[in-house]
């Protein structure tokens, strides 16, 4: 079946650094792409989110990249902190907002 | 946003037991979710609660084991019917309000089945 997955299941940065989280797809008909942070212990929690018409997004410290071509989303987190260590996923959904999670990337920052 | 608030957000539970799960939203919803999130793994959705009819569930759940009810539009519950150690999970509602279309999650109810 369809599926959303992820490159890597652990990443490592400096703090201080700029990071960068990668989720390929594989829904052709996904419109809407989210991602969630969840801390040990805690509920997903909405970062940013790009619609299908749309190829790039920014936050505060975050942006969003979405290449339809190769159905390839990605988040950057400027000047990684401390507290930005936690599991990142991507999600992608369809009209009726059900989500497909990817299995998640571990993020840790060193001090 | 929503602020969505779960009930209980911890249990210990006995094999063979059921127990049902809350999911209260302080402002209305158009569409409320519920997911599984076992231990180490993401999530994966359970089904949509509709409101005022049957669930619509995904592939591998069904209602004998996951009846949920909607009986309005901030309200939803999830039990967790017969339990064994392999419901041993988190449990978390999701939804999207009815303005915007961003969704969002509550902090989940964790579940131990012994």
């Known amino acids: 079946g369809e599926s959303v997955g992820l490159h890597l299941p652990t990443l490592s940065v400096q703090e201080g650094d700029n990071s960068i989280i990668n989720c390929a797809y594989s829904?052709?008909?996904?419109?809407?792409f989210i991602w969630y942070k969840q801390e040990s212990g805690k509920g997903p929690q909405f970062i940013i989110d790009?619609?299908?018409?749309?190829d790039k997004r920014q936050g505060q410290r975050v942006t969003v990249l979405l290449n339809k071509t190769v159905k390839h989303l990605s988040l950057q987190i400027a000047a990684t902190q401390p507290g930005d260590s936690a599991v990142y996923f991507c999600?992608?959904?369809?009209?009726?907002?059900?989500?497909?999670f990817g299995s998640g990337t571990r993020l840790q920052v060193q001090p | 946003s929503a602020v969505i608030s779960q009930k209980p957000s911890r249990d210990i539970c006995q094999r063979g037991t059921s127990l049902t799960i809350q999911c209260q939203v302080d402002?209305?919803?158009?569409?409320m979710f519920w997911y599984r999130q076992q231990p180490g793994q993401s999530l994966t959705l359970i089904a949509t609660?509709?409101?005022?009819?049957?669930?619509?569930?995904e592939s591998g759940f069904v209602i004998d084991k996951f009846p949920i009810s909607r009986p309005n539009l901030t309200f939803s519950t999830l039990t967790v019917s017969n339990m064994s150690p392999e419901d041993s999970s988190i449990y978390l509602c999701?939804?999207?309000?009815?303005?915007?279309?961003?969704?969002?999650f509550g902090e989940g109810s964790w579940l131990t089945v012994v």
């Open positions: 790009i619609r299908s018409n749309m």
């Open positions: 609660a509709n409101q005022g009819s049957e669930a619509t569930y």
């Open positions: 402002s209305q919803v158009t569409m």
């Open positions: 829904n052709s008909a996904s419109d809407y």
């Open positions: 999600a992608e959904a369809t009209g009726r907002r059900a989500l497909t």
């Open positions: 999701s939804v999207v309000p009815r303005a915007g279309n961003t969704i969002y």
